[in-house]
Nanobody, 112 residues
């Protein structure tokens, strides 16, 4: 069973940046699409960004132009660079593939 681990969350002021990391226990990111999701308190989990094995990316309208998903296959890691953060970006962020379960996620809090 391949496992994923998210890290990089924290408390940041509005307008700030964070880079989230998603590391796999095995080399799967070169052959599977990877998604970043987030879930804010009292809200449903939503898809934020995706990256295919070929490197094509897709973003939710709410984060376009501010978030960038990327992948380092050699390090079995997918990143989510988040810039110009807003309070409404506050959520627990999760990475997911078709063959992995939901992990613990990493908390992102945007507040002054």
């Amino acid at each position: 069973q391949v496992q994923l681990g998210e890290s990089g969350g924290g408390l940041v002021q509005p307008g700030g940046s964070l880079r989230l990391s998603c590391t796999a226990s095995r080399s799967i990111f070169g052959i599977l699409p990877v998604d970043w999701y987030r879930q804010a308190p009292g809200k449903q989990r939503e898809l934020v960004a995706s990256i295919t094995p070929g490197g094509a990316t897709n973003y939710a309208d709410s984060v376009k132009g501010r978030f960038t998903i990327s992948r380092d296959n050699a390090k079995n890691t997918v990143f989510l660079q988040m810039n110009s953060l807003k309070p409404e970006d506050t959520a627990v962020y999760y990475c997911k593939t078709q063959v992995t379960n939901w992990g613990q996620g990493t908390q992102v809090t945007v507040s002054s």
